[in-house]
Nanobody, 122 residues
C-alpha cells in the first residue's frame, strides 16, 4: 500500500531553518505531484507547496521566497526547505500525493502522511 512518511520537524527559533523530508513507497513516485500542507491548531489545513512530475513548483504568497520544495525521484523523496521561519509557520506539516494536476486543494490529493510538527519560537 502507499505510504508517505514525513521527518525533519522540530523546534526552531524565529529566523531559523528546517528541512522536511517525505519518503514515499507503494506508488510510481515520478508520476505524482507531491505537495506539502500545514495545519495549525484550530485552523484548516492549508497549502504550502507543490512540485509536479515535471518539477514545476507552486507556492502561496505566504511562503514564496522562504520555502523551497524539491524532489529526488531516485530516492522517492520530496523535501521542503524552510528558511526565515516565523512564529506563524508553526503547524503540523503534511506530505501529500496526487496523480493528477498540481492543485492547492486538500480534497484533490489521494494520499497523506501522518504529519510532522514544526514549532517556531519567537
Amino acid at each position: 500500500q502507499v505510504q508517505l512518511v514525513e521527518s525533519g520537524g522540530g523546534l526552531v527559533q524565529a529566523g531559523g531553518s528546517l528541512r522536511l523530508s517525505c519518503a514515499a513507497s507503494g506508488l510510481t513516485f515520478s508520476s505524482y505531484t507531491m505537495a506539502w500542507f500545514r495545519q495549525a491548531p484550530g485552523k484548516e489545513r492549508m497549502f504550502v507547496a507543490a512540485i509536479a512530475w515535471s518539477s514545476r513548483t507552486t507556492y502561496p504568497d505566504s511562503v514564496k521566497g522562504r520555502f523551497t520544495i524539491s524532489r529526488d525521484n531516485a530516492k522517492n523523496t520530496v523535501y521542503l526547505q524552510m528558511n526565515s521561519l516565523r512564529a506563524d509557520d508553526t503547524a503540523v506539516y503534511y506530505c501529500a500525493a496526487n496523480m493528477g494536476r498540481t492543485s492547492t486543494n486538500v480534497w484533490e490529493y489521494d494520499y497523506w502522511g501522518q504529519g510532522t510538527q514544526v514549532t517556531v519560537s519567537s
